[in-house]
């Protein structure tokens, strides 16, 4: 007896959770019939502020704001009886009136976790027009390329896309008046990154079931503020590579043991090299800049290291016959090696720059 009274208790329990959860869900979930399909999304994005941008994780964190517009002949009202031409809800009494109408349930693809701040705001107009509005302050993953380090302007992509209806359903529009709405801010937290434009793209992607889902892919054009890397970057960079002044220019027993000296500036160039991947992962791997004149200065350093040794030996060509020849062969190479250094130093650095 005890046996069924508890399973008599299970099943009503059961029941209960259904007839009470599932109509909530379904009401939100299912396309309204008087809407015909596909149904038309007018999308906007907002990008209000980029508060970190961290090249190792491929980690973005900012407060982003997508609007979706769209008709639902379900929702129209009389507005002479109800006193209004629309009806608005904001925070929590948004989120309870959407478990009670259908939405596109359009969200970021690449949204990392649960945001730190969500906010929800929803109009609802006489004509059955409704706008929903969704602000999140959240972290998003994304791809970058380093092969232009420091000197790089990356396009951070945030696609934007349906969860629960393929493009036979919904399909998202944007507009004049979708990128009028549209907006990157003007100056960032993130003080290292220049803002520059936003760009809309629409990619039509299959899923599981093969039915094809439309995305919106919102592009932020972020250009990397580049002198704040002076002294990160470039001050211990040609640190290091100062050696070699000591190496042609220093009277000979001004300077310690030369070989010694250079090999260190080589260790301290590739320990360069290791932290800057470190840092940014990618800019060592890549043909970038600093890479470019990492390798470089390897070069420059041996070459300095060389030029040195061989003006110094008693083997220097023509040194018997001409006693001052080594003399003006250093007076030469003093110039002409660092200046040839400095010359491809600043090509590459405008060539990244056009």
Known sequence: ???????????????????????????????????????????????????????????????????????????????V????????????????????????????????NDARADATFLSIFANGDVTLIRRLDADFRTTMELSAFPFDTQRLVFPVASEAHASDEVIFIVDDRDRELSSLARSLTESDWTPRRLEFSLEQVYGWNSKPFMHVNTTVVLSRAWPRYVLRIFVPLFAVLSISLFVLWAPRGFVGDIPDITYAALLALAALGFTFEANYPGSMSVNSPVAFMISLGYLYLILALTADMVLESDRFPGKAAYPHLPEEARRTIRYVLPGIFLVVSAATIFRALA
């Open 81 to 112: 009886r109800e006193g209004k031409g629309r009806k608005d809800f904001a925070e929590a009494e948004a989120e309870q009136k959407l478990q009670a109408i259908w939405t596109p349930a359009a969200g970021f693809k690449n949204l990392i």
């Open 1 to 79: 007896m005890g046996r069924v009274w508890l399973r008599a208790v299970w099943i009503a329990s059961l029941l209960l959770g259904l007839l009470s959860g599932a109509p909530a869900v379904a009401a939100g979930a299912e396309l309204p019939q008087s809407i015909p399909l596909p149904v038309r999304v007018h999308l906007a994005v907002r990008v209000l502020d980029v508060s970190a941008v961290d090249e190792t994780s491929g980690v973005i964190s900012a407060v982003v704001e997508i609007t979706q517009r769209w008709n639902d002949p379900s929702l129209r009202f009389d507005p």
